[in-house]
């Protein structure tokens, strides 16, 4: 064996020592984290009941009698994430799409780095906005629908659709990027062959594009569902975070916002409960994510 063979041997054995090593310690990292949250989430499941925390509605947790029903919490965070989901889901495909396919480069050249500055900006920068800027005009708009009601408590713009909207905002560079590298991914074969056959660059894009992007454009769905379910400050200073029916004006607390508000102060059984919330919080991304990548592989399977 010559001595070329061997130093590309040793390269090669080297190269995959160290793979190993990194997805050893990233197995271990999910499977740390996900034994951490079990063993500090299941106590008050056992001391409270999981029927008193995930299906009651009153949250009390420090009355002479504490409650500590978190049902409205975690509709809340279902019912938000949905909604900007569809808000920001589409907004950022087609904003992706016309970067990748329609814009001229000039163009690009300026949008492109507008929206990466855009996933640069801090959350609690969102949050900032939406309470000088979102919350008013939604507060205004709550005046002259509710004008003259003796039961609605009003929010001062506070309210599930101020938190939907920020949650949306922040969602779409993650969908933009992510998408916009999935199209231009595309081999250019593809797009040749449907327009040699007669389709238009409308329908080349959605009809053939868009289906040959899937993989990317759900892994960006993906991302962009774990950001808007892990938000926590910039939601905490828009959505008023208060317990209630997640009604478009009604002041909400998310599972993120119920843990950052009260951790600091929290003690005992308390700040146990604050720990179930977060492993709820963490088994709900993870069920979304496996999901969807079961989603993924069927769309896969069914391609081939």
Not at 85 to 99: D, E, H, K, Q, S
Not at 155 to 164: D, E, K, Q, R
Request: net charge positive.
């Amino acid at each position: 064996m010559t001595t070329e063979k061997r130093k590309i041997m040793n390269a090669e054995f080297i190269a995959q020592a160290v793979f190993t090593v990194c997805a050893f310690f990233a197995v271990m990292a999910v499977v740390s984290i996900t034994l951490y949250m079990i063993f500090n989430g299941m106590p008050a499941i056992f001391q409270v009941g999981i029927k008193e925390i995930l299906f009651s509605t009153t949250w009390k947790p420090t009355a002479a009698e504490p409650k500590f029903g978190i049902l409205y919490v975690i509709l809340t965070s279902i019912v938000g994430t949905f909604m900007a989901i569809l808000i920001g889901v589409p907004i950022g495909l087609l904003t992706a799409v016309f970067l990748a396919e329609v814009a001229p480069k000039k163009l690009v050249s300026v949008v492109k780095p507008a929206v990466e500055l855009l996933a640069g900006i801090p959350s609690v920068i969102y949050g900032l906005l939406g309470l000088m800027i979102l919350n008013p005009l939604m507060y205004k708009w709550e005046q002259s629908l509710f004008k003259g009601s003796e039961t609605h408590q009003f929010t001062g713009g506070a309210n599930l659709i101020s938190a939907v909207l920020v949650l949306a905002v922040m969602i779409l560079p993650t969908v933009i990027n992510i998408s916009e590298s999935a199209m231009r991914s595309v081999s250019p074969q593809l797009k040749a062959a449907s327009l040699a056959l007669g389709a238009s660059h409308i329908q080349t894009i959605f009809k053939v594009v868009i289906p040959a992007a899937k993989s990317g454009i759900i892994s960006a769905i993906v991302l962009g569902v774990g950001r808007a379910i892990g938000e926590a400050m910039a939601i905490s200073l828009v959505s008023g975070s208060s317990v209630n029916m997640p009604l478009p004006f009604n002041s909400v607390r998310f599972l993120t916002t119920a843990i950052v508000s009260e951790m600091g102060y929290a003690s005992g059984l308390h700040r146990q409960v604050l720990f179930t919330i977060g492993l709820v919080l963490f088994a709900f991304i993870m069920i979304i994510n496996i999901t969807l990548s079961r989603i993924l592989k069927k769309g896969e399977k069914a391609n081939d």
